[in-house]
């Protein structure tokens, strides 16, 4: 059948439609509030004032957006190694055929599908909690002082760590599956030759399924690169400047607190959401450059 | 292809047709009630006028979409569905339909209006209420004079405390764009049973005084003061807005060159750390204090029974009874400092506030300050006192045994700090301070590196 452009117009316009007003409406409107001073975030654009470009002057002379941005950076490092690490190495253990790997699968997934704030309450008064914590109770018990009192939680010391810690356990399980499912797509015919050649199970690892997961790991980090710059409720209930994040931030300025008087700064925070998406466009265009999907054939 | 379009043309016409007819009936129809209702509404307010009273009673008619700041199964959405189920029955003409958002309701009401959702009546912290909500609210001031079935005659702003309702008038120009409801004040709790044991008679009026109770309690072997994440700024806040004031504390919030050496307010500054450092050098806070988070210091207070104060809201006893409904709590007014410029006539408190839609038809507006009448005053007053432990509007309500003391403060109040204090004015800044003050009181920074690491924002 011949396509004509109207034809092909016709089939495009509801996507097209869609996208202009769900994606491309919101950014056009997010960046035009950044150079803007704006009432509420759904105040008619007429009622807007023209400020330039002194949203992102404030932003960036304003110390907590800076912490943040640090903060998110660290995140992205740190647990990033931490979580895609473990990721990848409860992938392999649990695609080399163990007893029970389903259910394993089955348990680590299962913080994925736990509310955010739950998890990080449930870290905080069950496993941090410096009177009747987990770790503070088992290190007592195993008669450790040192460890049971130390202050998981405390502002200035070791909260960040804390939050990242509940972070990890919450992520692992998502980006396992991710790594379980580039792993069983991995011909079995490599590992059997490796292994007639006499490979141990760490040349395997690092000889054919790290170089095959290549583009998986690559999808990975720049899908962990969007979450991170997402994260948002641990950071909420951590709640001290080493925990705030960029969302954080946003949210304050945007809507306040539902119980404390709070200037909200409408303009400002469409100008630190700007410079979040800006940050996670140059992160993600930079992996995509480092690691590229050499396309083997598995 | 051109017939199958105008049959689609016309049966779209015919289905608008019918669609409007359907309208205009309703309409017809409701505008038919509406008018035998007038009828009966001016017999009944004839009679009522022989009566001597302006009662608006039950004559309502309305549907009423009310979003909610409450969470649906928290104890005050209860309270309100039941209130609401009892007014549907006096009212037959009312229904109201909730949406409980809870407290993202602050932030949904907005985009949700401006996309034309009908929202009738919402509720809010009162300062949120104005904060954002400004553009949409209706002026409420002639309910006010009116009497309603549950004010026994009165008029309904001669029933509810003017503490509450005089904020509500006193942040917009004299009108009342709103109705209080579920009151709030942050204030200094304690545990009377420590108190009793330490011997401790009276309440501390000056800071001096709160520092004797400090070190009695210490000597008794208890814990004078805990404090968590959620409320770390308190105890410096306070301190600081009895020696200068709200708004000299508001102008240091946003420029952190009034926090240097020299400057206007910095001996005050000073003044405020070093109470905290001092307080801290005498171990009077809870030793974990640098790693409480909420809600974690309200939960050992109330378990533990070994810490006596404790800054937070009249929320506090709700939110703890879970865990202990027999703790004995007290509550006094934070002490004055030496030459400040306020004393403890001025408290932190605050409100919800129910507020109505300024586009609600004239029979909405009736029916939904009527609910919100019915609400604040008589039998569901008097519940959610007795369900959320919380402050009655009722001028003559009896207040929850928790916070009878809180009556005492109130009522020796004449002026208002904002609801948690003035340091939280600025999202910039609030956080920093507030990490820096917990840093304080946990004894991890001294007065000048508090000072330094609070005025960085």
Not at chain 1, 195 to 211: R, S
Not at chain 1, 262 to 267: A, S, Y
Not at chain 2, 129 to 142: G, K, N, Q, V
Request: aromatic fraction near 12%; include cysteine; charged fraction near 15%.
């Amino acid at each position: 059948m011949k396509q004509s452009k109207g034809t092909i117009a016709v089939f495009l316009a509801p996507a097209i439609i869609l996208f202009a007003i769900v994606f491309i409406y919101p950014v056009v409107r997010t960046v035009g509030m950044s150079f803007n001073e704006v009432g509420n975030i759904t105040a008619d654009s007429s009622t807007w004032s023209w400020t330039g470009i002194s949203n992102y002057v404030d932003l960036m002379n304003t110390r907590l957006f800076r912490i943040s941005m640090v903060n998110f950076l660290k995140i992205w490092i740190f647990t990033g190694i931490a979580t895609l690490v473990l990721a990848l190495l409860l992938a392999t253990i649990l695609t080399s055929g163990i007893i029970g790997q389903k259910f394993f699968r089955a348990v680590i997934y299962m913080p994925n599908v736990i509310s955010g704030v739950a998890v990080g309450y449930m870290w905080l008064l069950y496993v941090f909690n410096a009177d009747y914590g987990l770790l503070h109770s088992l290190f007592l018990k195993l008669g450790w002082e040192t460890a049971a009192n130390f202050q998981w939680l405390s502002v200035g010391g070791n909260v960040f760590l804390a939050m990242c810690i509940a972070y990890v356990f919450s992520s692992v399980g998502y980006y396992m599956l991710m790594y379980i499912s580039g792993i069983e797509k991995i011909s079995k015919d490599y590992y059997e030759s490796a292994t007639l050649d006499g490979a141990n199970g760490f040349q395997k690892f690092m000889n054919i399924t790290l170089p095959l997961l290549k583009g998986v790991i690559g999808t990975s980090i720049t899908l962990w690169t969007s979450r991170v710059m997402g994260f948002f409720a641990l950071s909420q209930i951590f709640n001290s400047t080493e925990t705030t994040v960029p969302m954080k931030y946003v949210y304050q300025l945007l809507f306040g607190s539902s119980d404390e008087v709070t200037e909200l700064k409408v303009g400002k925070a469409a100008a630190a959401a700007v410079v979040m998406t800006v940050t996670v466009t140059i992160i993600s265009m930079v992996i995509k450059r480092v690691i590229k999907d050499e396309n083997y054939e598995i | 292809m051109k017939k199958v379009v105008a049959t689609l043309v016309i049966a779209g016409m015919m289905l608008g047709t019918v669609a409007c007819g359907s309208t205009e009936t309703a309409s017809k129809d409701a505008a038919a009630d509406t008018s035998v209702q007038t009828e009966e509404t001016a017999e009944v307010k004839d009679s009522a006028e022989a009566q001597d009273t302006t009662e608006e009673t039950a004559e309502l008619s309305a549907t009423l979409e009310y979003w909610s700041s409450w969470g649906e199964t928290e104890s005050q959405a209860q309270v309100l569905q039941a209130a609401a189920e009892e007014f549907m029955e006096l009212n037959p003409g009312v229904t109201i339909n909730f949406t409980f958002n809870g407290r993202d309701n602050k932030t949904l009401l907005v985009s949700a209006m401006d996309a034309g959702t009908e929202i009738n009546m919402m509720d809010a912290n009162w300062d949120n209420c104005i904060s954002t909500w400004s553009d949409y609210l209706a002026d409420l001031t002639e309910y006010y004079d009116k009497t309603y079935p549950t004010t026994n005659g009165e008029k309904y702003v001669d029933c509810v405390m003017s503490a509450y309702s005089g904020m509500i008038k006193d942040a917009c120009d004299g009108k009342y764009m709103g109705v209080a409801y579920i009151p709030q004040a942050f204030v200094i709790f304690c545990n009377k049973d420590i108190f009793e044991a330490c011997g401790i008679t009276e309440y501390p009026t000056t800071w001096d005084e709160l520092m004797d109770v400090c070190q009695t309690v210490k000597d008794a072997g208890y814990i004078p003061f805990t404090d968590e994440n959620a409320r770390e700024w308190a105890m410096f806040s306070y301190y600081l807005q009895r020696k200068i004031g709200a708004e000299a504390v508001e102008e240091i919030c946003y420029d952190s060159s009034l926090w240097q050496e020299g400057s206007k307010y910095y001996d005050a500054i000073y003044e405020a750390a070093s109470a905290v450092a001092y307080m801290a050098e005498q171990g009077y806070y809870d030793p974990n204090v640098a790693s409480n988070v909420n809600p974690t210091a309200q939960q050992n207070m109330v378990l533990n029974g070994e810490i006596a104060m404790y800054i937070n809201g009249t929320w506090l006893p709700n939110e703890t009874a879970a865990s202990n409904s027999e703790f004995n709590w007290g509550a006094f007014s934070f002490p004055t400092v030496e030459d400040g410029v306020d004393g403890t006539e001025a408290t932190a408190f605050g409100t919800y506030a129910i507020c109505c839609n300024k586009n609600n038809t004239q029979e909405q507006m009736d029916a939904a300050f009527a609910f919100a009448a019915f609400l604040t005053t008589g039998t569901y007053d008097e519940m959610f006192r007795d369900q959320t432990q919380s402050i009655p509007m009722g001028v003559n309500a009896e207040w929850p045994a928790a916070l009878a003391d809180v009556k005492t403060i109130m009522s020796q109040t004449s002026k208002r700090y904002l609801s948690q204090l003035n340091t939280k004015v600025n999202s910039d800044s609030s956080q920093i301070i507030g990490d820096a003050c917990i840093k304080l009181e946990a004894g991890l920074l001294t007065v000048e590196e508090f000072i330094k690491e609070a005025s960085n924002f």
